[in-house]
């Protein structure tokens, strides 16, 4: 009884959180819709695609800004749906440093 309870209990948890994947943008096709990253917690360092369509995003200040302000090399969290494709928000947590010009 006790482990039916708990897995009904885990079950009914899992709904509840989405699951936030952390990485490197490697490239954005807002015209597309899709965002690809480096999950920073991947020790082979796979790509992920993620559908943006309908995702909102956010500076690292926490203004909401638009997906074609996200660069290549930003660090984000990207906030995703139950079924880990489609992002509900991504979060950009530290904005990529550009390269200074030379004089």
Known sequence: MAVALLLAGAIFTQGQ?????????????PGDGFLFVTPAADPDKKLRMFDIKRARF?????S?????DVKNGD???VETTDDGKTAQQ???????????KPR
């Open 58 to 62: 956010v500076d690292v200040n926490g």
């Open 64 to 68: 909401e800004i638009k997906a074609g």
């Open 90 to 100: 991504v979060r950009i947590v530290k904005r990529a440093t550009s390269p200074e």
């Open 17 to 29: 959180q989405p699951a936030v994947v952390r990485g490197v943008v490697k490239d954005v096709r």
């Open 75 to 77: 660090e984000v969290e």
